[in-house]
T-cell receptor, first 115, second 112 residues
Framework: NAGVTQTPKFRILKIGQSMTLQCTQD?????MYWYRQDPGMGLKLIYY???????DKGEVPNGYNVSRSTTEDFPLRLELAAPSQTSVYFC??????????????FGPGTRLTVL | KNQVEQSPQSLIILEGKNCTLQ??????????LRWYKQDTGRGPVSLTI?????NTKSNGRYTATLDADTKQSSLHITASQLSDSASYIC???????????FGQGTELSVKP
């Protein structure tokens, strides 16, 4: 049981380049999330999904896209990288959104630098 | 406005000492509050959850309290260890869709 896995761990992009951050969970969770964490700041929700085929915007979706073709995978796409997207990106999943089952399980993060 | 604020921003204590971290929230309606621990370079991990009806809950050396009237929670760490060095984050859900509001965290450093 690996939990939530993310690849890559680190990446340096040039302005205007594109990339996909991969996220996979093996807990059969319906709910999945993408966050970014800037230094000294709280985590901010980029996109989330309540099940395969269903995604919705979070607090800071501009410059990102997501898809959810399977329960396990929730990739995050950056189309035209900008320096403002330099951050640590966390993927998370949860069994439910209510009560004691709303615990979100986080991946190890991807540290992205855009130069 | 739904907010979660934590204090202090950072804290340095000596190994073996106790400390208390604070979390104030203005989220409404309120259902529960979680404390997460985030080690450097890792994702957050849940320590405990406090529901509306709970006042105190312990998890080993960690004790969380909740006062729903004043909208405050605290996390008390007893007999700190070097491995307690981490960021402690207070998190409150703000709708049924699973969206969470994260506090900025308290950066705890335990020194030998």
């Amino acid at each position: 049981n690996a939990g939530v896995t993310q690849t890559p761990k680190f990446r340096i992009l040039k302005i205007g380049q594109s990339m996909t951050l991969q996220c996979t969970q093996d807990m059969n969770h319906n709910y999945m999330y993408w966050y970014r964490q800037d230094p000294g700041m709280g985590l901010k929700l980029i996109y989330y999904s309540v099940g395969a085929g269903i995604t919705d915007k979070g607090e800071v979706p501009n410059g990102y896209n997501v898809s959810r073709s399977t329960t396990e995978d929730f990739p995050l796409r950056l189309e035209l990288a900008a320096p403002s997207q330099t951050s640590v990106y966390f993927c998370a999943s949860s069994y439910s959104t209510s009560g004691p089952y709303n615990e979100q399980f986080f991946g190890p993060g991807t540290r992205l630098t855009v130069l | 406005k739904n907010q979660v604020e934590q204090s202090p921003q950072s804290l340095i204590i000596l190994e073996g000492k106790n400390c208390t971290l604070q979390c104030n929230y203005t989220v409404s309606p309120f259902s529960n509050l979680r404390w997460y621990k985030q080690d450097t370079g890792r994702g957050p991990v849940s320590l405990t959850i406090m529901t509306f009806s709970e006042n105190t809950k312990s998890n080993g050396r960690y004790t969380a309290t909740l006062d729903a009237d004043t909208k405050q929670s605290s996390l008390h760490i007893t007999a700190s260890q070097l491995s307690d060095s981490a960021s402690y984050i207070c998190v409150v859900p703000y709708n049924q869709g699973g969206k969470l509001i994260f506090g900025q965290g308290t950066e705890l450093s335990v020194k030998p």
